[in-house]
Nanobody, 121 residues
Framework: QVQVVESGGGLVQAGGSLRLSCTASGLTFADYHMGWFRQAPGKEREGVSCISWSGDITHYADSVKGRFTLSRDNAKSTLYLQMNSLKPEDTAMYYC??????????????WGQGTQVTVSS
């Protein structure tokens, strides 16, 4: 079955950068729009970004536009999220999953354990 492993999270000061990675197995990675989602303590999970199967089209939540960059390597079945100019409000558990485009939803659910991002002031 499908397995997803997220990595790259950690503790960083405000203004710093992190690069998240997600590797998937058990599916044809290139067949799916893939994206990142996050959930902060006491808040509902929200969509962060989504990229088309070809990588031609990307969507971002307004809160991260200009700071985060989503990319994918279908040959490696890997999704990336470059996060720059991090803010304390970015603190959350980050998950990767198939997504549905600009609506930033995960219609197939979540497959991995997530990776924690903590941004200090």
């Amino acid at each position: 079955q499908v397995q997803v492993v997220e990595s790259g999270g950690g503790l960083v000061q405000a203004g710093g950068s992190l690069r998240l990675s997600c590797t998937a197995s058990g599916l044809t990675f290139a067949d799916y729009h893939m994206g990142w989602f996050r959930q902060a303590p006491g808040k509902e999970r929200e969509g962060v970004s989504c990229i088309s199967w070809s990588g031609d089209i990307t969507h971002y939540a307004d809160s991260v536009k200009g700071r985060f960059t989503l990319s994918r390597d279908n040959a490696k079945s890997t999704l990336y999220l470059q996060m720059n100019s991090l803010k304390p409000e970015d603190t959350a558990m980050y998950y990767c999953a198939a997504c549905d485009g600009r609506a930033l939803r995960a219609p197939l659910g979540y497959w991995g354990q997530g990776t924690q991002v903590t941004v200090s002031s």
